[in-house]
């Protein structure tokens, strides 16, 4: 079993998700920027980024983003792709989000695509947002996605396929999962195989250990980190409440 977001899952990891609406969560992210921003936002602190996709398009509407993710390999392709509509507005540093220390402040920043369900321990979620709020000035505003815990107890994890087609051939991804119900984890079993000309060329296996939230907790570690929650809601319909069919919700909190 290798690590979270190792070489090949990296590599194939924007076209396992090329159906994902950065756009559309880039404006969801803007439009909360103008409605609950106590001042302009120009600089980003984009905590998880991956390989850029939040990144790269609020760089291009004009936003300063600084990048941090763990895996060196999703920062590869990050930083290989090419995009001079951003004009240099982002760039990215490899880190731990527990530890990670840049000596700036921000007037925003933003967990997005579950990263902080990443964070799988009470003290993991705890130094995850501490290090959050040690980047964000006063009254600047932070964002986050996560799976809500009534969802995925109700609705549970089941198998899934996904096929991409590639030039060469195609890559398949089975994804299957479990519950740890004590720990608020769902475990998620990734076998990702790389097929061209029919032949199989490269495979791999990773197991993501993600935890899922439940409001009053969310709450709570927000406060315990100088954050104060202004609202959950469903995730991309974020003006409605959350529910047992929304498994994906957003939080917006403030530094306090």
């Known amino acids: 079993m290798r690590e979270e977001f190792g070489c090949l899952y990296s590599d194939a990891y924007d076209l396992l998700y090329q159906d994902k609406d950065y756009a559309r969560e880039c404006d969801l992210i803007e439009c909360l920027f103008q409605r609950f921003g106590e001042g302009p936002i120009r600089r980003v602190l984009d905590l998880g980024c991956g390989t850029g996709g939040h990144g790269f398009l609020l760089a291009r509407r004009g936003y300063q983003v600084v990048g941090v993710d763990r895996s060196e390999s999703m920062l590869v392709q990050a930083r290989g792709k090419v995009d001079p509509l951003s004009d240099g507005r982002v760039v990215f540093h490899q880190g731990d989000l527990r530890r990670i220390d840049l000596q700036q402040q921000f007037d925003a920043a933003t967990m997005m695509f579950a990263v902080l369900g990443y964070q799988v321990e009470n003290s993991d979620v705890l130094s995850a947002l501490r290090g959050a709020r040690r980047h964000v000035s006063q009254g600047g505003l932070f964002l986050f996605d996560v799976w809500y815990g009534p969802a995925v107890l109700h609705q549970r994890p089941c198998q899934r396929i996904k096929v991409i087609p590639t030039p060469e051939g195609q890559i398949l991804r089975a994804a299957s999962g479990e519950l740890d ?54 995730f991309p319909e974020f003006d409605r409440d959350p529910d047992e069919t929304t498994w994906n919700v957003l939080g917006l909190a403030r530094a306090i």
């Open 181 to 234: 119900v004590h720990r608020h984890l769902c475990t998620v079993l990734y076998r990702v195989w790389q097929l061209e000309r029919g032949r199989l060329v490269a495979d791999t296996e990773e197991r993501h250990a993600v935890r899922y939230f439940f409001p009053q907790e969310l709450d709570l570690f927000l406060e315990s980190s100088g954050f104060s929650l202004i609202r959950l809601g469903a």
